[in-house]
Nanobody
Framework: QVQLVESGGGLVQPGGSLRLSCTAS????????MAWHRQAPGKQRELVAY???????SYADSVKGRFTISRDSAKNTVDLQMNNLKPEDTAVYYC????????WGQGTQVTVSS
């Protein structure tokens, strides 16, 4: 059983920054992909970014150049640095760990507003 816990969400002004963190615990496989998804009210959940066990990263076009995903394998954590935040980034952000099975955290709220 794998458990994921997100933290770091909050309220920021447009143009501000936040750093989200996710900590994984439990029976982890040696190789896995960690990702961040988000879901805004009334909209489908979308992939924001992911990072592989070798450090390869990928980003959604809407956040590319503004967000950076990173991981610390020794600590079993994955972070999402979010810069130049826009109101459109407002959503619940979910941490995801994927091997042959996908695990999800409970989410952390990010609100970008003046």
């Amino acid at each position: 059983q794998v458990q994921l816990v997100e933290s770091g969400g909050g309220l920021v002004q447009p143009g501000g920054s936040l750093r989200l963190s996710c900590t994984a615990s439990g029976s982890l496989t040696p190789i896995y992909i960690m990702a961040w998804h988000r879901q805004a009210p009334g909209k489908q959940r979308e992939l924001v970014a992911y990072i592989t066990s070798t450090g390869t990263t990928s980003y959604a076009d809407s956040v590319k150049g503004r967000f950076t995903i990173s991981r610390d394998s020794a600590k079993n954590t994955v972070d999402l640095q979010m810069n130049n935040l826009k109101p459109e980034d407002t959503a619940v952000y979910y941490c995801n760990l994927a091997t042959m099975t996908a695990y999800w955290g409970q989410g952390t709220q990010v609100t970008v507003s003046s």
